[in-house]
């Protein structure tokens, strides 16, 4: 266990709608990753937040937006849901901020489904 | 895309050492050697990480070759519990960096 939550653990939406994604990082953790995990493939960077600012993005498009808050607890936000979003949304905690800090720890991700 | 070349499967028996190869040619002097695994439909596990010394922690052990552009990850004793996806993910340790994952290894640990 790694100490990192993801909720809910299932969800199913339909094309057009918004859906908000949560993780809780692991104690001490100040930098926290999404990925987005497609059937079969490796998982793919979204974005980094630090300290409640985004610190990187991966190749999505604006309608993939994301929030941290002050006790380090993240939000995934995905608008104008379309069928190829359907996938497993992993979330990642490091301590972050330093060199050589920045192993990440995995949550159990949120499988989403887009009809 | 990923800087790593893996195979995309390979079979141990249980009770064996598994050696999983990782090539990474283009890998710069200050990017770390990263595995990780995925357990079929969960999170992915980290296993251990490196510069150019090998390591060894109560998984697993990397071997990074002298001229890095290569390495092994070995699980001493593969049990059947140990049948997952390998990532070899070379990454630098500065901020800001993320893991780019290519289709790792399936490794299948056989009865």
């Known amino acids: 266990e790694t100490g990192v939550t993801q909720s809910p653990t299932h969800l199913i939406k339909t094309r057009g709608q918004q859906v908000t994604l949560r993780c809780s990082s692991q104690?001490?953790?100040?930098?926290v990753s999404w990925y987005q995990q497609a059937l079969g493939q490796g998982p793919q960077f979204i974005f980094q937040y630090y300290r409640e600012e985004e610190n990187g993005r991966g190749n999505f498009p604006p309608r993939f937006s994301g929030l941290q808050f002050p006790n380090y607890s993240s939000e995934l936000n995905v608008n104008a849901l379309e069928l190829d979003d359907s996938a497993l949304y992993l979330c990642?905690?490091?301590?972050?901020?330093?060199?050589?800090?920045?192993?990440?720890?995995f949550g159990p991700g949120t499988r989403l489904l887009v009809l | 895309d990923a800087k790593t070349t893996q195979p995309t499967s390979m079979d141990c028996a249980e009770g064996r050492a598994a050696n999983l190869p990782c090539n990474h040619s283009?890998?710069?002097?200050?990017?770390?050697v990263y595995w990780y695994r995925q357990i079929h439909s969960q999170g992915p596990q980290y296993i251990i990480h490196?510069?150019?010394n090998n390591e060894t922690n109560e998984m697993a052990s990397l071997i990074i070759t002298e001229d890095r552009k290569s390495s092994t990850l070995i699980l001493p004793h593969a049990t059947l519990r140990d049948t997952a996806v390998y990532y070899c993910?070379?990454?630098?340790?500065?901020?800001?960096?993320?893991?780019?994952f290519g289709p790792g290894t399936r490794l299948s640990v056989l009865p």
């Open positions: 990642a905690s490091s301590p972050g901020g330093l060199a050589g800090m920045e192993t990440q720890y």
């Open positions: 104690s001490g953790h100040n930098t």
């Open positions: 993910i070379v990454r630098a340790n500065n901020y800001g960096q993320n893991f780019v």
């Open positions: 283009t890998i710069s002097g200050n990017e770390y």
């Open positions: 490196g510069l150019k």
